[in-house]
C-alpha cells in the first residue's frame, strides 16, 4: 500500500502523536515502540529509556570524537518531561526522507501498517 501525505499535513500530525507519546509515557511510566524509534531516529541514538523516578527520558549516543577506546563510548543525555518539551521539538528534521520516516510513524498509528510506502508531496 502506498500513502500520500504532504509535509504540512505531516508536521501537523507530529506534533499531535508526539504530545500523545509523552502523555502516555508519563501515564504508564514507560516508552512505546514508536516514540523509541522516533527518538532514535530524530537523535542517531544506540538506546533510549525512562527514567521512572526523575520522570525523564535518558538518550545514549555514540561519541564518535572518542579515540581512545576500541568499543563505543555513549554519552547519555537526560532530557526531564515537561509542559514544554523543546529538546524534542528542536531534534525534528525537515528534508524529504525525514518526512518519509515520520510518515511512516503516522501510517503505524492512523492504519496500523507498518511497510507501507509514503511518498511526500
Known sequence: MITYYNKFEIETAMRVIVKDYLKNCIECEELSEDFIDLIK?????KYVSFNKE????EIGVEDTTATDSHYPVIEIFSFPIKKSNKWL???FKYENDDFAFYGRLL???????RDAEVVVL
Open 107 to 113: 501510517n503505524r498509528r492512523k492504519y496500523n501498517y
Open 54 to 57: 526523575e520522570k525523564a527520558i
Open 41 to 45: 531516529y530524530n537523535f542517531l541514538a
Open 89 to 91: 521539538d528542536n531534534s
